[in-house]
């Protein structure tokens, strides 16, 4: 698969670690370090999109290619959106969102959900894989996600679903074998085009209420393609402990 595009989305705001792109990785700033772990994918293009001068100075003393956006942006979707409009990219451009506080990124599973966007033709797709423990089928933080025979959402929640009502109506600390139990990994692919639609759509209800962005896009009739697989990749960065782990797996390198 060749001749995607990959959108890094890094603003300076965060509540838990502030300044979290340039934090200090092994001698590099994190939003280098993804990007430099998201170009190893078959992507031909690598752009980070930010709205603090000190990002996009520290990209461009690295080699990496990086925009100025809007700061008013309500999602990192209308920050991709104006990327792909700035750079004129055709309609059927694909473009994978990776998040800026994922230094380590699975290139394979960027090339793995671009790919499925070329063989499909969706406007969009995302990634979800099973997972095996009763705590996390009932745990809010973690989104679910059900599919139907071709492998398109059905719908995303952070309610258990699929309910097992005779199986949880017994026990509800075991998952049945057989339960098909997905895990949504919030990485996600869209045609460029769709980028531009999915600004002019309306929030949706369901979205409002569960939280949860991609919602919008099934509301409004749109589908979302979910490419499985078998483990959940590594984490990201979203605490001081966070960053310590992922230093000292690049340590051990």
């Known amino acids: ?36 772990q998201a170009a190893k994918s078959r992507a031909s293009q690598v752009v980070v999109a930010t709205d603090h ?14 925009v100025m956006t809007r700061e008013d942006h309500a999602s990192g979707t209308d920050r991709l959106a104006e990327v792909a409009q700035r750079m004129q990219w055709p309609a059927g451009q694909v473009v994978v969102n ?37 705590q996390d089928m009932f745990n809010p933080n973690v989104v679910k996600v059900v599919l139907d025979h071709a492998g398109r959402a059905l719908y995303f929640s952070r309610a258990p679903i699929p309910y097992a009502r005779d199986a949880f109506a017994h026990d509800t600390s075991v998952l049945p074998a057989d339960l098909p139990v997905l895990r949504h990994i919030g990485m ?47 984490a990201g960065v979203d605490t001081p402990e966070d960053l310590e782990r992922v230093r000292a797996v690049l340590a051990g390198r």
């Open 1 to 36: 698969m060749s001749g995607f595009a990959i959108v890094i989305p890094a603003r300076m705001a965060s509540s838990r670690l502030p300044g979290k792109p340039l934090a200090d990785l092994g001698g590099k700033p994190m939003v280098v370090r993804v990007a430099e």
């Open 53 to 66: 001068p000190d990002i996009l100075a520290a990209c461009v003393a690295h080699g990496i290619e990086a």
């Open 98 to 134: 990776v998040q800026g506080d994922e230094p380590l990124i699975d290139p394979a599973l960027i090339d793995k959900l671009a790919a499925l966007m070329a063989e499909t033709g969706v406007p969009m797709a995302t990634v979800a894989h099973p997972f095996h423990a009763a």
């Open 188 to 234: 996600y692919a869209y045609q460029a085009g769709f980028l531009q639609t999915y600004s002019s759509l309306s929030p949706a209800p369901l979205e409002q209420f569960e939280a949860l962005e991609q919602l919008r896009v099934l509301w409004h009739g749109y589908p979302i393609m979910v490419a499985t697989v078998s483990e959940a990749p590594a």
